[in-house]
């Protein structure tokens, strides 16, 4: 794999706003094409969001697996088609697919959060050409899931580089590999990937340190911290060194780059 600093979308060097599904308010809900508007009107260049597959093959932008708490309707996205889940109502806007997201945005890069099974893989990859797939980090707690999309996108995109970040079971390998300073374990376990994507501690335990950052700096990976929204903690750990704030509030952390 290519280290980020070659590659395009991490162009130019951080640190990286993530705009956590937009920047949502009470008239743009979360992974509407109004909250990716505001967080691109507020500065932002990476917008962070979630896809789901239609039953007839869509990959939609949506968090949950279910309407449920969205709207109340308990209905999976998964046994809807397009023209139904696009019905619905969330609040003055509606859900949005990731093509339409991309033609809306054309100068955004995407970090895009695989949430459906590896169906889901060749619906988003249908809808990119190779120089789209620049623009895209493709990501998901499940391997299966992030090997699948990348696998897809490679082979609609020929030659151009696959970008992503680990999945669990990357991380499972590679933290204590980090902790225990084995480099060449490290090295392996994230040898796919240009980013990991973490919070700052999981259940009480550190996983954000400077020696952690300075680790993967030396394979050529970044570090993004999700989800940030206090502009000390965005401070703070921008001066650790971390590449990416995964943030609900872009408008707050690019004041806070911007400031340093």
Excluded at 95 to 116: C, G, S
Excluded at 177 to 186: C, E, K, N, Q, V
Excluded at 192 to 207: K, N, S
Excluded at 239 to 249: I, M, N, Q
Aim: proline share 6%; charged share 20%; net charge negative.
């Amino acid at each position: 794999m290519l280290p980020a600093d070659s590659l395009p979308y991490f162009a130019p060097a951080g640190p990286r706003v993530l705009a956590h599904r937009g920047l949502a308010g009470p008239d743009a809900p979360e992974n509407t094409l109004a909250a990716f508007a505001r967080a691109v009107e507020a500065g932002a260049a990476y917008l962070e969001t979630d896809a789901q597959c239609t039953r007839d093959g869509y990959a939609v932008l949506f968090h949950d697996a279910s309407l449920r708490r969205a709207t109340g309707d308990p209905r999976p996205i998964a046994e809807l088609d397009l023209s139904e889940v696009q019905r619905i109502d969330l609040g003055g806007d509606r859900v949005p697919t990731f093509a339409e997201a991309l033609a809306a945005f054309p100068d955004a890069r995407f970090n895009l959060d695989i949430k459906a099974m590896p169906a889901a893989a060749p619906a988003a990859a249908a809808i990119l050409e190779a120089d789209a797939v620049d623009r895209v980090l493709v990501t998901s707690f499940d391997e299966g899931r992030r090997s699948a999309i990348a696998s897809a996108l490679g082979s609609a995109a020929g030659s151009a580089q696959v970008v992503s970040s680990a999945s669990a079971a990357m991380l499972l390998r590679a933290l204590p590999a980090a902790a225990f300073r084995l480099t060449g374990s490290l090295a392996r376990s994230l040898a796919e990937v240009q980013a990991i994507q973490v919070p700052e501690r999981f259940r009480g335990v550190r996983i954000v340190s400077r020696r952690l950052v300075d680790q993967l700096h030396s394979l050529g990976v970044e570090v993004h911290v999700w989800t940030v929204n206090d502009p000390q903690d965005m401070a703070r750990l921008l001066a650790l060194g971390v590449d990416g704030l995964v943030t609900d509030r872009c408008d707050l952390a690019l004041a806070v780059v911007a400031s340093r």
